[in-house]
């Protein structure tokens, strides 16, 4: 950099632009590219001088929160804490929002700071994350955190410098997610949350509660980047709060809530109504008008007459129904509507693909893929009380040409039908292809214990995983039914022209980076085929080679099914890990040919939908193929006109589904938010997670247009600006240079954005391919809160201590110890690390074995033990397999080791393996950038 600001000292512009401007390989960002800002500024200030100042954190009660940070003339000093300090407490807050200068109790007057110089280039760093807050009763009885400032030296002292920041700042000074998690936890854990239309702020995602619908819908449906919004355009861009919810419209209640109420349509007398301008559906916020004979839509103020055969008066003085506490559809925010109750099922279909090349049978993939089936089908047919007893299923096999299996129970056997001429999709006949599972169970078992010897000499030919794919389609087609198919593919894929093994960092900062995440265009008219089906696929790959074509993902993930890769299947590992995919794929509740409609209240509009579908072109309605419950969407809203502070504001998903016994549902959730002119209000009532979710899926889907470089620097963009807001219009104490002001709500929100902005999906590392970035992009872009919140936070568990419930404590490496055996585990997987010197009496009753070095290592099944020890680390792990979405591969890392980066990946509050700083130098920058645009 040759430029420098006027008021800069050449030996710090110096220092900064060496620590912090050398860009490492796949490094995520350019020196020489400035970071574009909406207004116009380039994004590379001039470092400052923080003074012995604290961050500030503002609760919900508005006691601020202290921590140190600050910067020094030369090289920061590491901070510390001098116990003969002390800060007594701060005034109360007053009534203004403004920013104003006042003096701090019981120290000298601060004058207000000089206005600071334009934005120049400050170089972005990479990522990290936070730790947690004392927290002490103030004066007032609100709950004020408060750290007393450091002295220190302000010379360089590497020795004592803390290995998590290279400006000095202490990581154990800054924001901790695991203390907000644990805060949280303290608060709701075990109690009854009360959903109502209050628009309360609901407990975290990974709190376990029980949740109460009193009118609106529960958090596990809906979550809200904030609980009141503001009810002014212009705010909602002053504060730089994206405005929106995260959709989750089949989650699964929790333990001791009750299921969803179902209503029909065709009972006499009922009152699911829906509004005669819009066509939202019922819900306790339409309000009653004329004694109950009309009522006021709050999405689109259209006043609608109520049918004689549906009328009910309303109590006296009041706009509700007398029969409400009655009817599901006027008391709850969430309820069912069966459309088709009488009506012939559509029941839906599986169907089994399964490849039969030379390469599957000579590495024995084809012999144990239908004995897993065989088994597997098995067990869901004893399962007389399961969902799946009025499954059909019909069997596939394939390489160059297409054998069909007639398993009509009529035959004294199955017939098998040979198609060689694949060009036309053309079947002879389809009766018998799929056939209900309770009446073809000898059939198929017959069919998958001969297919083995039936293709033991297959030739040497090309098996396409496209052939299966598109007459997979087409038999259900003809069939007029929905479903899945499965498809077991042991030959490489190879058509394509993307050389997926290749390394992925050339791409990065190049034209091409877009075009890796964009799906062919065969792919998505083929989606857009099964959309219409209600047709999902699902792809389990056994290709031992590297792959060497087009990603097979895009379709599955586009049809809400997955992509399920694994190495050597006579290993235990992935034995099991395939028997609980193929479980999980089955069972899970999954809604077929969907339809969402989003409504909101009138001055708001739906402006953007991200998720995994193919967008149409009205952003408010959505169609996919399949949907399940741990699938969710982001809607991003937008004022158009002033809200009515006094009604508030009124989210309505209506979900229309085919279910799994073949019936027509309506699954309608409605949430009631406040709004408020007050942006303080807006900045109290968010949570961290809900955004990070929210940025997860909107950049994620980004990726597929705009370059990964612009995306980085946008969500840095938008938290400084975002915190800048909060400091200069909503915080109300005096505050001097050193100050970083964080909302409450939002204390955990820099550590995870940070992760999210060193993800490798938008910083490829030199080892990270490319095929697992689009599988990863894919798994996340449909993940819900709770696990996208897991994912760029994962846990990390010391299992070596001898308490029951172990604490889980900060993703950094200075939480481990060499004595110490840890968990650490997010949304995709267990990573086990043991240290050089774990107790031998622990790794004996844990690995049955005392030893460090001849542990095993890699991907491995803990062996069963009776002791405490196993049992209990074995039960911990099992409630973390039984809680997730996705089925947890666990990784045994010893220290030392290089497998230890995949331990590395997951601590997040460190320096990234992939170039991304740490937490603490992270937030140093934000903090420093938010400073520059004050005006």
Same mark, same amino acid.
């Given at each position: 950099m040759q430029t420098r600001a006027p008021c800069w000292n050449q030996q710090i512009g110096a220092h900064l632009t060496r620590e912090m401007d050398v860009p490492m390989a796949n490094q995520s960002y350019r020196s020489c590219q400035p970071w574009q800002h909406p207004q116009g500024y380039s994004a590379r200030p001039p470092p400052i001088h923080l003074n012995n100042s604290p961050i500030v954190v503002h609760s919900a009660a508005v006691a601020p929160t202290y921590c140190p940070i600050r910067g020094v003339p030369t090289v920061p000093a590491p901070l510390s804490l001098d116990p003969s300090q002390h800060l007594s407490a701060p005034p109360p807050p007053s009534s203004g929002s403004g920013f104003e200068w006042q003096q701090h109790w019981g120290a000298p007057p601060l004058a207000p700071p000089p206005p600071c110089p334009s934005l120049s280039t400050l170089p972005p760093i990479a990522n990290g994350v936070v730790e947690p807050w004392e927290s002490s009763p103030d004066q007032s009885g609100h709950n004020d955190?408060?750290?007393?400032? !450091?002295?220190?030296?302000? +010379?360089?002292?590497?020795?004592?410098?803390?290995?998590?920041? *290279?400006?000095?700042?202490d990581p154990q000074l800054i924001p901790s997610a695991v203390t907000v998690i644990e805060e949280d936890r303290a608060q709701w854990e075990g109690r009854v949350f009360v959903s109502d239309s209050s628009g309360q702020l609901p407990p975290l995602s990974s709190t376990e509660c029980t949740v109460e619908d009193v009118g609106s819908a529960s958090p596990r449906f809906i979550r809200c980047t904030s609980y009141s919004f503001p009810s002014e355009g212009g705010a909602a861009q002053r504060c730089h709060l994206p405005l929106g919810a995260i959709i989750t419209p089949l989650a699964q209640p929790g333990a001791g809530e009750r299921p969803l109420v179902q209503v029909s349509r065709s009972e006499e007398g009922a009152c699911v109504l829906c509004c005669g301008g819009c066509a939202a559906q019922m819900c306790p916020s339409f309000t009653w008008q004329d004694c109950g004979q009309r009522f006021h839509c709050p999405f689109c103020g259209h006043v609608t007459e109520v049918p004689w055969q549906c009328y009910q008066p309303t109590a006296r003085g009041r706009t509700r129904r007398v029969d409400a506490e009655q009817r599901a559809e006027l008391s709850h925010g969430s309820y069912e509507i069966l459309e088709t109750q009488g009506q012939q099922r559509e029941c839906p279909a599986l169907l089994l693909a399964v490849d039969v090349s030379?390469?599957?049978?000579?590495?024995?993939?084809?012999?144990?893929?239908?004995?897993?089936?065989?088994?597997?089908?098995?067990? #869901?047919?004893?399962?007389?009380?399961?969902?799946?007893?009025?499954? *059909?299923?019909?069997?596939?096999?394939?390489?160059?040409?297409?054998?069909?299996?007639?398993?009509?129970? /009529?035959?004294?056997?199955?017939?098998?039908?040979?198609?060689?001429?694949?060009?036309?999709?053309?079947?002879?006949?389809?009766?018998?292809?799929? %056939?209900?599972?309770?009446?073809?169970?000898?059939?198929?078992? +017959?069919?998958?214990?001969?297919?083995?010897?039936?293709?033991?000499?297959?030739?040497?030919?090309?098996?396409?995983?496209?052939?299966?794919?598109?007459?997979?389609?087409?038999?259900?087609?003809? /069939? !007029?039914?929905?479903? +899945?198919v499965l498809f077991f593919h042991t030959a490489p894929p190879s058509d394509g022209s993307l050389n997926c093994s290749s390394g992925s960092s050339g791409f990065f900062s190049s034209s091409k980076e877009k075009s890796l995440f964009q799906p062919p265009e065969h792919c998505v008219a083929l989606a857009q085929e099964c959309v219409a089906?209600?047709?999902?696929?699902? #792809?389990?790959?056994?290709?031992?080679?590297?792959?060497?074509?087009?990603?097979?993902?895009?379709?599955?993930?586009?049809?809400?099914?997955?992509?399920?890769?694994?190495?050597? #299947?006579?290993?235990?590992?992935?034995?099991?890990?395939?028997?609980?995919?193929?479980?999980?794929?089955?069972?899970?509740?999954?809604?077929?040919?969907?339809?969402?409609?989003?409504?909101?209240?009138?001055?708001?509009?739906?402006?953007?939908?991200?998720?995994?579908?193919?967008?149409?072109?009205?952003?408010?309605?959505?169609?996919?193929?399949?949907?399940?419950?741990? $699938?969710?969407?982001?809607?991003?809203? $937008?004022?158009?006109?002033?809200?009515?502070?006094?009604r508030g504001v009124v989210i309505q998903v209506a979900l229309s589904y085919t279910s799994s016994l073949g019936e027509r549902r309506t699954r309608v959730h409605s949430l009631s938010l406040r709004c408020s002119r007050h942006l303080v209000d807006t900045f109290r009532n968010c949570q961290a997670e809900t955004l990070l979710t929210f940025y997860c899926k909107r950049v994620y889907c980004a990726?597929?247009?705009?370059?990964?470089?612009?995306?980085?620097?946008?969500?840095?963009?938008?938290?400084?600006?975002?915190?800048?807001c909060y400091r200069q219009h909503c915080s109300t104490t005096a505050l001097t240079h050193g100050q970083l002001v964080?909302?409450?709500?939002? +204390?955990?929100?820099?550590?995870?954005?940070?992760?999210?902005?060193?993800?490798?999906?938008?910083?490829?590392?030199?080892?990270?391919?490319?095929?697992?970035?689009?599988?990863?992009?894919?798994?996340?872009?449909?993940?819900?809160?709770?696990?996208?919140?897991?994912?760029?936070?994962?846990?990390?568990?010391?299992?070596?201590?001898?308490?029951?419930?172990?604490? /889980?404590? *900060?993703?950094?490496?200075?939480?481990?110890?060499?004595? !110490? %055996?840890?968990?650490?585990?997010?949304?995709?997987?267990?990573?086990?690390?043991?240290?050089?010197?774990?107790?031998?009496?622990?790794?004996?009753?844990?690995?049955? $074995?005392?030893?460090?070095?001849v542990l095993p290592s890699g991907e491995c099944c803990l062996p069963v033990l009776d002791n405490a020890v196993s049992q209990r680390v074995r039960g911990l792990i099992d409630t973390l397999r039984r809680r997730s979405a996705h089925s947890l591969r666990l990784q045994v890392v010893k220290q030392g080791q290089g497998s230890e980066e995949a331990l590395q990946r997951l601590l997040v509050e460190d320096k990234s393996p992939n170039g991304g700083a740490s937490y603490p130098d992270f937030l140093y920058h934000v903090h420093v950038s938010s400073l520059k645009l004050l005006p």
């Open positions: 955190t408060r750290l007393p400032l !450091g002295g220190g030296s302000t +010379k360089q002292d590497c020795s004592v410098q803390s290995p998590g920041s *290279r400006y000095g700042l030379s390469q599957a049978v000579r590495g024995g993939q084809l012999t144990h893929i239908c004995q897993q089936l065989r088994s597997f089908l098995d067990s #869901l047919q004893r399962d007389s009380g399961s969902d799946q007893s009025q499954l *059909r299923v019909g069997v596939v096999t394939y390489h160059s040409s297409l054998h069909l299996y007639n398993l009509n129970p /009529a035959l004294s056997r199955p017939h098998m039908l040979v198609i060689t001429q694949t060009e036309e999709l053309e079947l002879p006949v389809w009766e018998g292809l799929l %056939v209900p599972l309770r009446d073809c169970r000898t059939a198929i078992d +017959k069919v998958l214990q001969q297919i083995p010897s039936l293709f033991s000499e297959a030739e040497d030919s090309p098996a396409s995983q496209e052939l299966p794919v598109h007459y997979g389609l087409h038999i259900l087609k003809v /069939a !007029g039914c929905p479903g +899945k089906q209600g047709c999902s696929f699902h #792809l389990f790959l056994f290709s031992q080679q590297a792959v060497g074509g087009a990603w097979p993902g895009h379709t599955p993930y586009l049809t809400g099914g997955g992509v399920y890769s694994y190495g050597c #299947l006579q290993g235990q590992v992935d034995s099991e890990q395939f028997h609980s995919d193929l479980r999980r794929c089955v069972d899970t509740e999954t809604g077929y040919r969907v339809e969402m409609q989003v409504s909101v209240s009138k001055g708001l509009r739906v402006s953007g939908c991200f998720g995994a579908f193919t967008p149409g072109p009205d952003p408010a309605h959505i169609r996919l193929a399949t949907i399940d419950w741990h $699938t969710a969407l982001a809607v991003q809203f $937008t004022h158009h006109s002033p809200l009515d502070e006094e990726v597929l247009t705009r370059p990964l470089q612009d995306l980085r620097d946008e969500l840095l963009t938008e938290l400084t600006a975002m915190l800048t964080l909302p409450q709500g939002l +204390k955990s929100l820099p550590v995870m954005l940070n992760s999210l902005r060193r993800s490798e999906v938008l910083l490829p590392g030199l080892r990270g391919s490319v095929p697992l970035r689009l599988q990863l992009r894919s798994q996340l872009v449909t993940m819900d809160t709770a696990s996208t919140a897991a994912h760029f936070y994962p846990q990390l568990l010391p299992l070596h201590q001898c308490e029951e419930a172990v604490c /889980a404590v *900060r993703c950094s490496r200075l939480s481990l110890e060499e004595e !110490g %055996v840890y968990l650490a585990h997010d949304a995709l997987g267990l990573v086990l690390w043991v240290g050089h010197h774990a107790p031998p009496s622990f790794l004996s009753c844990l690995f049955n $074995t005392p030893s460090f070095p």
